[in-house]
């Protein structure tokens, strides 16, 4: 059915784009927390920015590179869902790099010195701090997630709104607002909410006791 | 855990279904032929008779020539003649068939009040002119599609530099526009089709129609292959399925049912 492979067609989107940014975050950002460099706040300040960038913006850069006329032309990845998986993922990784990096850094460096004191290598270092901020990057994911998912201005122009093919919540929603279907449009847009609602407890699922329950 | 498997299973499914490349080309056309809900309808025939999908990229008609200058298309159906031999005679098209038509009208609100339909029911010039000095609100596509490109045209004719303060331009979609329109108690230029698809959720009314000026051509553009690299084969399966016997015919019975009326007229090769 239509409706269901727009469903279908939204979460792999938004998943595999969460998931990848996610990783590369997770891969970089560790390092990048507890590591103290020249131009890491410049670097910061530049991801700061590119955490708000209009969805349209990215769009039409994603647009430009996977064009015919663009330097990865002749993958021919423009209107597939591979172009909508890359534009997202562009847009969510400032996101979630930046939360992470901004909520660890200062349990990171002191989980990175008892490890040293216990004798750990740099891999059990990087485990080890995922496991004890995973609260954080919880919710870092989370918010990456929900841009993802909610975003509809990268995905409508390289993905071009194909129906049975990349078609998405958020477009087939300003699809059938243009042509007055309102009902239609807000059907999607609940299941959209209650999508967003579902993994969003599940993820709250994962998340560990509340450290802060036990100061008061 | 079950469940957990049987999403992953649907997952997976899922991306092979997307990995496998069937017979597909890629359709830039105008908005109107999706809003109208033309090509939802034909698609599925076409499909079948030939096992060829067909992705629809719905822009406005200056936006899918682009589309199509850059490679990124496979097949254009278009509708403002001016710009398709423009676009022939700067190289990009080999040739455009002219595959069937409906017509522009002039809707807008129930009380008129620029006098349209007592004054120019079939005179859109003059109509137009009636809009300009009267100052009523005006609702213009504004983004280079087929529609503007008419819109343009007529204000062109009749003389008019449409500049005044009621003249809203927007940059949205045919049935965005209708709706706006409908919101502000506006004129506004609109293809048929998308009108009588919309007519019963909007309260506007057909108020100047029928003239020679009105009539809204659509062509199939075949790209040019010295220039553009696409996929020419089935190119030219979908032209010649548009233009033969089987697809006017289905274009033609097009919205009898629903609407009481063809929403487009079949014309390839007359």
Not at chain 2, 225 to 248: C, L, T, V, Y
Request: proline share 3%; charged share 20%; with cysteine.
């Amino acid at each position: 059915m239509e409706l269901t492979q727009i469903v279908l067609t939204s979460l792999f989107v938004s998943t595999t784009a969460t998931l990848i940014a996610s990783i590369i975050s997770l891969i970089i950002g560790i390092p990048f927390s507890i590591n103290r460099f020249k131009y890491k706040n410049n670097i910061l300040r530049i991801t700061d920015t590119l955490m708000s960038i209009p969805p349209v913006l990215m769009g039409l850069v994603v647009f430009m590179l996977l064009s015919k006329k663009g330097p990865l032309g002749h993958y021919n990845l423009l209107f597939t869902p591979t172009a909508m998986i890359l534009a997202q993922t562009l847009l969510v990784l400032p996101i979630i790099f930046n939360l992470i990096v901004k909520q660890i850094q200062h349990s990171a460096v002191k989980i990175q010195k008892t490890c040293i004191m216990l004798g750990g290598r740099s891999f059990d270092i990087l485990i080890l701090i995922i496991k004890e901020c995973k609260n954080e990057i919880i919710t870092a994911i989370t918010t990456g997630f929900s841009r993802a998912i909610s975003e509809v201005g990268a995905v409508i122009m390289v993905g071009g709104n194909i129906k049975g093919y990349t078609r998405v919540m958020t477009t087939y929603i300003a699809l059938e607002t243009n042509k007055g279907n309102f009902e239609g449009a807000i059907k999607i847009g609940i299941i959209l909410l209650l999508i967003s609602f579902g993994i969003n407890t599940l993820l709250h699922l994962l998340k560990g006791r509340d450290t802060n329950e036990y100061i008061y | 855990m079950k469940k957990f498997l049987a999403i992953l299973l649907i997952l997976f499914l899922f991306l092979t279904a997307c990995s496998n490349e069937i017979k597909s080309i890629t359709l830039a056309t105008t908005t109107s032929t999706q809003d109208s809900g033309l090509l939802d309808y034909l698609l599925p025939y076409f499909e079948k008779d030939t096992g060829i999908k067909v992705k629809v990229i719905a822009k406005g008609t200056g936006e899918a020539l682009e589309i199509g200058k850059r490679g990124d298309a496979d097949c254009l159906l278009v509708h403002s003649k001016a710009k398709e031999i423009d676009f022939i005679n700067q190289g990009y098209g080999v040739k455009r068939y002219e595959v069937m038509y409906n017509d522009f009208v002039i809707v807008g609100p129930k009380d008129d009040p620029a006098k349209v339909k007592d004054n120019a029911s079939d005179d859109p010039i003059k109509a137009f002119e009636l809009i300009y000095k009267s100052n009523s609100k005006f609702i213009s596509r504004g983004d280079e599609s087929g529609t503007h490109q008419k819109e343009k045209d007529i204000w062109k004719k009749a003389n008019i530099e449409p500049k005044w303060k009621n003249y809203i331009v927007t940059g949205l979609g045919m049935g965005q526009v209708l709706n706006m329109a409908n919101e502000k108690n506006a004129y506004t230029l609109t293809d048929r089709g998308t009108y009588l698809s919309m007519k019963d959720k909007v309260e506007l009314n057909v108020l100047c129609e029928k003239n020679s000026v009105l009539i809204n051509q659509y062509s199939l553009i075949m790209l040019n292959p010295e220039k553009i690299n696409f996929r020419q084969h089935e190119a030219k399966i979908f032209i010649d399925w548009m233009i033969s016997e089987r697809g006017q015919k289905l274009i033609g019975e097009f919205g009898k049912e629903k609407y009481g009326q063809s929403l487009f007229i079949p014309n390839a090769g007359r």
